[in-house]
């Protein structure tokens, strides 16, 4: 697999470090070696992870210099898929430059794949409809994060035309399970890959963690593998 995956959502507080993590996770886990773009610069956990385990690079997507380094990286790196973890203003890059990923994706030979991440607000889907808009070229799956309530829950979105749109062009709607939040916090706050904190936390965090990890491979393996 070598596609170019970008978790998206346009807004801080979605989760869209989180569902990036369990991307890396369960794409290393079927035996790939992905890079990871960190675009979140302000921020930048999940590099700060995953910085001495694999090919990590920050790249600010928020201006042109940034989406021509971030396409030499893809076209320099052939030894799996991108991940890629977008900053919560990221949505204004993608309006002002996404048209130049777009115009190099025939020679990188990679597909582009978004898995946009939403809470339960309407602000999730006004700014999934403007991605939509701006990047034509990208398969684009929604992630209902559980940590805001089970997938019944999300009403704005499970009956909108926004949703019909990506499930006619092919797209899936998933739900992300929640991680207990003392599980999650040791993940950040020791910078633990997913790897290192089933080997070294306490036994029930771990019991916790596994979990999680088996129900995110099964969903996201599911969107990205099938």
């Known amino acids: 697999m070598n596609d170019i995956i970008i978790i998206g959502g346009g807004k801080g507080g979605v989760g ?28 930048p956990d999940v590099w700060k ?11 600010d997507l928020d201006d042109a210099n940034g989406w021509i380094d971030f396409i030499n990286a893809c076209d320099g790196y052939r030894d799996g898929p991108v991940i890629v973890n977008t900053a919560a203003r990221n949505n204004r890059g993608v309006t002002d430059h996404a048209a130049t990923l777009q115009a190099a994706l025939d020679e990188l030979a990679r597909r582009v794949v978004t898995l946009w991440v939403i809470n339960r607000q309407r602000d999730s889907l006004e ?5 939509m808009r701006d990047m034509p070229a990208s398969q684009i799956h929604v992630v ?11 009403e704005l979105y499970n009956g909108s035309k926004l949703r019909t749109q990506v499930e006619e062009k092919g797209g899936k709607s998933v739900d992300f ?3 207990a939040d003392r599980v999650s916090d040791d993940l950040y706050s020791k910078r633990l890959s997913v790897d290192k904190a089933a080997k070294q936390l306490p036994l029930g965090n771990r019991a916790e963690l596994t979990r999680w990890r088996q129900v995110v491979h099964a969903t996201l393996g599911g969107v990205l593998y099938d």
């Open 16 to 43: 869209k470090s989180m569902v990036s993590i369990g991307v890396i996770d369960m794409v290393r886990a079927r035996g790939e070696a992905p890079l990871l773009i960190e675009s979140d610069t302000s921020n």
């Open 177 to 179: 399970p929640d991680l």
């Open 144 to 154: 209902r994060n559980n940590y805001y309530g089970e997938p019944h829950k999300f």
């Open 127 to 131: 700014l999934l409809g403007e991605y």
């Open 49 to 59: 992870m995953y910085e001495k385990e694999m090919r990590a690079e920050p790249i």
